[in-house]
């Protein structure tokens, strides 16, 4: 088939490689505009824009699509189905009614659960005990398509949200080549999602990171894992040269009890409003390593009594 392909990170790029090698013509992609990033600050293109580029694939980084020279463009590929994976932007209904067989994306909750631009994130943080991926038909609300395959995980103990995203992405791919495949041959069946258990991925805000003792420490230990590696989660203590803030990259929920925020053993353990949680990971700022909570405390001089802030 003709496909547009429309994404931007890492998530997609599974996904795109998969429809290149299952011998589909991928007449365009469209992805974000390339960000200036690394210590030169120099243009990088995304993730999905370098392999595109390795493919021959010609690629477009429009920053709306809601203009008519846009939708003249798009409409120019004369495509038989868009696949959409985290592109960024939201498209507007012409572009919706374009391709032959309309726009498929792939989005990374088991939907209606997790509508939004962070599901992942926000399932590890709830504690959700599963989630997966699903193929859905585009339409003009937010994740509100109907569903036509899902592929479902297990969320461990302490799986970070990086290690969800990165179960995913392989997962997503195959699920949507075997959308494609029932697409062409018309056995692909859509169904509409429930109208209940609708819950929304709103994104993540810079100031939901900073970790709060008072919770319960499961709260705290899904809040950590579900904010690694990215933006991760922080408290703020005097090592020495005044507050400095740490980031803490795994963690989990143990026994343990004292005043919150209250530093309990010299192996990472700290107290919860219920409980204790053991920091696992860790990364202090402007740093790049990543060290175990006991190395940490051995470094910083954090002696069991300290007080991590909220």
């Known amino acids: 088939m003709r496909i547009v392909f429309m994404g931007t990170p890492d998530f997609a790029v599974p996904t795109l490689a998969r429809i290149a090698e299952d011998g589909h013509t991928v007449v365009a992609v469209y992805t974000r505009a390339p960000a200036r990033a690394g210590r030169g600050l120099g243009l990088r293109p995304s993730p999905v824009h370098a392999l595109a580029d390795e493919l021959g694939v010609p690629v477009l980084t429009p920053a709306t699509l809601r203009d008519a020279e846009s939708a003249d463009t798009f409409c120019g590929h004369e495509a038989d189905v868009a696949v959409v994976v985290a592109y960024g932007l939201l498209l507007p ?99 509409p999602q429930p109208k209940t258990g609708v819950v929304y991925a709103h994104k993540i805000a810079n100031e939901e990171a900073r970790i709060d003792w008072s919770r319960g420490a499961r709260e705290v230990a899904n809040h950590v894992n579900g904010l690694s590696p990215f933006p991760g989660a922080f408290f703020e203590a005097d090592l020495g040269k005044g507050p400095e803030r740490v980031k803490v990259l795994r963690a989990e929920a143990a026994e343990g009890s004292g005043e919150p925020g209250t530093l309990l053993s010299a192996d990472g353990l700290v107290a919860c409003g219920a409980g204790a949680v053991r920091l696992a990971e860790l990364r202090r700022a402007g740093r790049g390593g990543t060290v175990s909570g006991s190395d940490f405390l051995r470094g910083a001089r954090l002696e069991p009594g300290a007080r991590l802030s909220r």
């Open 93 to 191: 209904q012409a572009i919706l009614d374009a391709p032959r067989h309309g726009c498929l994306n792939l989005h990374g909750s088991l939907l209606p659960r997790w509508r939004g631009a962070a599901p992942i994130q926000r399932a590890v943080m709830a504690g959700d005990a599963e989630s997966g991926v699903g193929v859905m038909r585009m339409e003009a609300g937010l994740d509100t398509g109907p569903v036509a395959l899902e592929a479902r995980i297990a969320i461990h103990p302490g799986m970070t949200a990086g290690e969800l995203h990165d179960a995913l992405m392989p997962l997503g791919a195959e699920l949507m080549s075997r959308a494609l495949s029932e697409l062409a041959s018309g056995r692909l069946a859509f169904t």
